[in-house]
């Protein structure tokens, strides 16, 4: 799927294992062409979002799956530090949770992030794929219907 000429970075933050594989395997089936990256925890998402250069154009955005409930540093946890960064970082990425809880307060909470675009259950699907890309090129072309007009 080339959702642009610079398809989206993909990155599952989830310390299942089989989740991974089952993104990897999703992601393949539609036929995505980006860069996949894996991480099992928090920590290690945040990390990746600290060290990146944000003023790079070869991943102008960035989706973010994110498992709420994981060891060393949850989901939650790296919401709250990921708000705290200053919006030119946060502006790389796009944040969806991806999770096993069916709790409506843990829903409600995600939605009270600003930085959450959207919540879904576990496994990943390709509907879900489909809407958040439709989203992106939606995305896409309004920054470069902005762009052109603000020039």
Avoid at 74 to 94: A, C, P, T, V
């Amino acid at each position: 799927m080339n959702v642009t000429n610079h398809p989206p970075e993909i990155i599952l933050i989830d310390d299942d294992p089989l989740q991974h594989l089952i993104c990897k395997k999703i992601l393949s089936n539609v036929g995505f062409n980006g860069d996949f990256r894996s991480y099992f925890t928090g920590l290690e998402g945040i990390n990746h979002v600290l060290t990146q250069n944000h003023t790079r154009s070869e991943h102008p955005n960035t989706i973010v799956f994110l498992d709420l409930n994981m060891p060393i540093m949850d989901g939650w946890e790296f919401l709250r530090r990921f708000k705290k960064l200053e919006q030119r970082i946060k502006s790389n990425y796009s944040i969806y949770i991806l999770t096993s809880s069916i709790l409506n307060s843990e829903r409600k909470n995600a939605a009270s992030y600003k930085e959450v675009l959207g919540y879904f259950q576990k496994p990943l699907l390709t509907e879900y794929l489909d809407w958040i890309f439709q989203d992106f090129k939606k995305a896409r072309s309004l920054g470069t219907i902005l762009n052109t007009v603000l020039k």
